[in-house]
């Protein structure tokens, strides 16, 4: 009597691995906690960033309209009462400005502590901006003129990077957007315009804490001076909505937000 074959064994299954550097949406944070989504934040930010960038354009605009109130007022052809009724509309405008950036600022530091959370989730460790430190960032980055928001920003653009693996180190070598730099460049060649001519604390260049006198001096006299630094300030905004717009898509592959 013949010996019965043994059974025939499937082949191994291949391997099912995925590639490198993907991370399935929460997947990861089975483990180290949940993503965060920041979709629905960026839409309402890029949207706030935009209105701002308007708002701009609309006091550059306006402080042209009002040079030749200004000369009048300086050579006594107008009353300061009637010179404070020109300032009206650039008042306003100046008041809406200052409204938005609350909104703005507020969204701002719930957007960048959801990615320095999602960050901790994808094992991007150390971190020198953790969740909490980026809002004193947000909060008094100012004070620094921008630069240690450089620094943060710089870090947020390296760890939302969706081709390093989770846990990976490496993510501290990636590059940086050149977005970043241009915007802090433009940010500080805009204030010191600004402050070379004694300006400071306005929408546009003009101050809005000053008396009227000094304010008409300034529409007068350094109105050239206001458009370069205002200008410089528009460039500055519209290079940081398209930092955010495209760090956010970057962030969002990272963590497979849909």
Partial sequence: MSAVPPPHLPPPPPNMSPPPGYVAYGGYGSVQGNFQRIG?????????????????????????????????????????????????????????????????????????????????????????????KTIAVNLLGGCTLGILNFFMWRELWRASDPETAPGDPSWKQRTVSPLVGLNLGLSLAGIAAGVSLGLSGSVGGVRTTVSTKDLAENLDDKLLFIAASGLLSLAASAVFILFVRQLSARHMRATRES
């Avoid at 400005?97 to 703005?104: E, K, L, P, V």
Wanted: aromatic share 8%; proline share 1%.
């Fill in 40 to 132: 629905g934040l960026t839409k309402w930010l890029v949207a706030l960033l935009g209105i701002t960038l308007v708002v701009q354009v609309v006091t550059l605009l306006v402080q042209f309209t009002l040079r030749d109130a200004a000369r009048d007022f300086l050579d006594d052809s107008i009353s300061s009462s009637q010179f404070d009724d020109k300032l009206g509309l650039y008042l306003g405008v100046a008041l809406l400005a200052a409204a938005i950036s609350i909104s703005q600022a507020v969204i701002l530091i719930i957007w960048t502590y959801r990615l320095a959370k999602n960050h901790a989730v994808l094992g991007r460790q150390p971190q020198a901006f953790s969740a909490g």
